[in-house]
């Protein structure tokens, strides 16, 4: 189930599949536990109504779980008395076995709640401990204690597990946001190096060559007008260098062909298609594909276990398209979860940060496949 904390320290219901998941998997335990125990009972059971009444309640159990992930609490104690109603008509199905419902929803409760709702129901069920006792003996008794701590503890490991991957996302994210943030200090310091040049060269001869003087000055105010669509868009409080004339202009998509050759070196058989019309991108838009395709040749060259790989870059006067596919093998992709992943998560922050999207997953004819839009309005 995915669980982030809330503000209250509570985890976030699971994903809707997860949701699903859990209630088939939980209903089918219950079921699988106590309609055997029911029909092998039959005659034996002392009434011919008990196994029946101890079924109904096992299906009762597992109807109740469908809100388990909704209610914890209130699925547990329901749980708890139903399992405890049918271990009382058919003793032949240990306390434990009547109990698993509430078992699983203490599970549930535990991770998605905070231990100090968490623990009033773990001392719940281990209240109904002497009932096994009674019932069964000692080893009853041990057996439920042990079965109901190991399922509060699973659900404190899994609250656990949760709270840490989303904390390694914050961290991953952050991370990503400064390092955004100093390679945008770099395109406006190389803008405004060059608007200091034109400045300068339009002073020297702007008596001599007026014509020259007003092309410098209209070069100076295309780079003004593309440094402040960045400065809105993208850039964040970020200390750093001042620029110098020999600087290195940020990566583009110009460089993507560099981009390929280096994957290729490394042996990656790269199929690079790029296509545009209309001026170029603005710089942090041209910046962002290029580190979104760099990002994705990097996982894929880590991770997918791929020999081919096809980049595909295209732009128009209101976007950059980006689609990067291998012929990978889908099982080897740990950092393509569902946001889990650094390298994901910082090619979603870029794509986010400029009001486009991006969508990775498995291809239509295998391997994987990231794709971007990137909007050349929002950084105009």
Partial sequence: MGLERGPDGSGAPPSDRAVKALRAG??????????????????GAGAAWRPAAALALAVAQALVLRWVARGPGAVLAASALLGAAMW??????????????AQLALCVLSALRPVRVSRYGLLGMVA????????????????????????WTAGQWRRAQQQRVAAETRRAVAEERARI?????????????????????????????????????????????SALGELRVLLRAEGGREGDDG?????????LAELAANARAAGLTVDLD??????????????????????????????AGASRVRVS????????????????????????GAGSGRGLAGMRERAALLGGTL??????????????????????
């Fill in 88 to 101: 009382l008509i058919l003793p032949a199905l240990s306390l434990t076995g009547a109990l698993l419902g």
């Fill in 247 to 255: 600087r290195r202009p940020p990566r583009g998509l110009e460089d």
């Fill in 359 to 380: 969508d990775a997953g498995p291809g239509p004819d295998g391997g994987f496949r990231v794709r971007a839009v990137l909007p050349i309005r929002c950084a105009s």
């Fill in 313 to 336: 870059v295209s732009r128009d006067e209101e976007s950059v398209r980006i689609e990067v596919s291998d012929n990978g093998r889908p099982g080897t992709r740990s950092w393509r």
């Fill in 181 to 225: 943030a100093r390679e945008v200090h770099d395109v406006v310091a190389h803008t405004v190096s060059v608007m200091v040049i034109q400045a300068s060269a339009a002073e020297d001869v702007f008596d001599a060559d007026p014509e020259q003087a007003r092309q410098a000055l209209r070069a100076i105010d295309d780079a003004g007008r």
């Fill in 26 to 43: 939980s209903a089918a335990l219950v079921l699988g536990v106590a309609v055997p125990v029911c029909l092998a009972a039959g005659p």
């Fill in 274 to 303: 790029t296509r545009g019309a209309g001026s170029p991108p603005p710089a942090a838009v041209a910046l962002a594909a290029y580190r979104i395709v760099q990002e994705a040749l990097t996982n894929t060259l880590r991770h």
């Fill in 128 to 151: 109904l401990g002497p009932l096994a006792h009674v019932g069964a003996g000692t080893l009853a008794l041990v057996t439920h204690v042990l079965a109901v701590t190991l399922a």
